[in-house]
């Protein structure tokens, strides 16, 4: 025999969860040439910035050697081009003067005029071809820098998919990935129903909000053993799965050590806040009290309150009359009577409580 006793308990729900990266970076050759380096361990952790793999410079660096030579070449024509400006210019102010005394032709004046127009003309192409050549040289400087492979994020670099020597390009697959996985990030479903149901509980933005951020999750491993770390509501997709009728959850887990790595499989267990039972006097009566058919029983209803209670007699009469006996139709025809009273309740009872905090 089971000594009956009121306590507080905590209601838990379990879904599949996947593991994955917070961010996941492809890293991709945009350049083409051969594989010359790999300078990182696969499978270790890489800090942005640091070099993965390095593709054969030579091909660019003389591509950026021609791009600064001709950038020098234009930057010598406008300096030529202003020389030949600034003469065309003081021949202009020469002969204007003349001109207006008729001490020079008017002919010489308006050839000095026209030349001075082209002299200016020259330096403007000049000026646009340094322009020209600068980009040329920024591009060549770009391609050179992309013949480095770097790691964009910090995170656990992936397996090598292309080895020393490989010829790649800007079609190529990725060499290889890099994921942040600290905090590591876990995805699970849940019903459309349960959604609404959590989301109802919490009718204003800042209730939500409030809701969300208190929801600790945890995390059961492959192993069976719970992950040490408490986890965190990271969001609900934009979106309802028309095939499935379920909504995408995403939970965020510390992961010092980077023990966690993405694509294992888990149970994300909600810890819910505790269920509060109703305070009615929870004792136990004599065993006499029950046989005699006198006693009364409580019935329970969906969220654990107690609604009603009966005597064992008018339950037997009601069950005969209705036509359906059995524990499930008897709470649910009791629930919907609505009475409030509170009762000592028997050894025998059922409490119906959701298993879901959504």
């Not at 876990?186 to 933005?205: D, H, I, M, S």
């Not at 966690?260 to 806040?273: E, N």
Request: hydrophobic letters at 35%; charged letters at 20%.
């Amino acid at each position: 025999m089971v000594q009956v006793e009121q306590k507080d308990v905590p209601i838990y729900g379990e879904w599949i969860g996947t593991l994955d990266g917070l961010t996941n970076a492809d890293v991709r050759a945009q350049v083409t040439g051969y594989i010359m380096k790999q300078g990182y361990q696969e499978g270790a952790f890489v800090k942005q910035g640091q070099l993965l793999f390095e593709i054969d410079p030579r091909p660019f660096q003389a591509a950026l050697d021609q791009a600064e030579g001709q950038l020098a070449q234009a930057k010598a024509l406008l300096a030529n081009a202003k020389a030949v400006q600034g003469r065309t210019q003081l021949d202009v102010e020469r002969y204007a003067p003349l001109a207006k005394e008729q001490a020079a032709s008017q002919q010489d004046l308006d050839n000095a005029v026209q030349n001075n127009l082209a002299a200016k003309a020259t330096v403007q192409t000049a000026e646009a071809q340094i322009k020209s050549s600068e980009a040329a040289v920024e591009t060549a400087k770009i391609n050179l820098d992309f013949t480095r492979l770097i790691a964009p994020i910090d995170g656990i670099a992936g397996q090598a998919q292309l080895q020393v020597g490989a010829l790649v390009n800007l079609s190529s697959g990725p060499v290889t990935s890099v994921s942040t996985v600290d905090p590591i990030k876990v995805y699970f479903t849940v019903g459309e129903p349960q959604y609404l149901a959590w989301r109802k509980r919490f009718p204003t933005e800042s209730s939500r909000l409030e809701a969300d951020k208190n929801l600790r999750l945890q995390l059961i491993l492959a192993d069976g053993s719970t992950y040490a770390q408490e986890g965190s509501f990271y969001f609900a997709d934009r979106q309802v799965n028309v095939g499935t009728g379920a909504i995408r959850i995403a939970g965020l887990f510390p992961n010092p050590g980077n023990i966690l790595r993405p694509g294992g499989y888990g149970k994300v267990r909600a810890v819910i806040p505790t269920r509060r039972l109703p305070s009615c006097g929870c004792r136990r009566r004599r065993q006499n009290q029950h046989s005699n058919g006198h006693g009364r029983r409580p019935i329970w209803d969906r969220m654990g309150y107690c609604r009603r209670a009966e005597t064992r007699r008018e339950s037997c009469r009601r069950r005969h009359s209705e036509g359906a006996p059995g524990r499930a139709s008897e709470n649910q025809a009791l629930w919907r009577a609505g009475s409030k009273r509170q009762v000592t309740p028997c050894q025998n009872f059922s409490l119906i409580v959701p298993l879901s905090p959504w």
